[in-house]
């Protein structure tokens, strides 16, 4: 059975850095379309990023030139860097996974827990 677990959630002034881990088991996390998708308070879910099993990788426009997401194969483990943080980067981020050719949030077939990020003003 697959499992996603965050962590590196926390509180952050504005203009600071967070690195969310997603850690996967039950299977190889390069099988896999990985995705961070995040909940703001009152808002839908949005997806932020999404490395594809090739590598490739894709932004919300919101947090490109923020943003990095890469993963290591070697500890089975997707990250999602975060830097010059706004107050409306603040939410719930999820990591999810999905065999799915084309990503959307409904395509994501394995989700974690979530972990928050807070940023303050």
């Known amino acids: 059975q697959v499992q996603l677990v965050e962590s590196g959630g926390g509180l952050v002034q504005a203009g600071g850095s967070l690195r969310l881990s997603c850690a996967v088991s039950?299977?190889?996390?390069?099988?896999?379309?990985m995705g961070w998708i995040r909940q703001a308070p009152g808002k839908e879910r949005e997806f932020v990023a999404v490395?594809?099993?090739?590598?490739?990788?894709t932004y919300v426009d919101s947090v490109k030139g923020r943003f990095t997401i890469s993963r290591d194969n070697a500890k089975n483990t997707v990250y999602l860097h975060m830097n010059s943080l706004k107050p409306e980067d603040t939410a719930v981020y999820y990591c999810?996974?999905?065999?799915?050719?084309?990503?959307?949030?409904?395509?994501?077939?394995?989700w974690g827990k979530g972990t928050l990020g807070t940023v303050s003003s």
């Open positions: 490395i594809s099993r090739s590598g490739g990788n």
């Open positions: 039950g299977r190889t996390v390069s099988s896999y379309a």
């Open positions: 999810a996974a999905s065999t799915s050719l084309v990503v959307t949030i409904s395509a994501m077939e394995y």
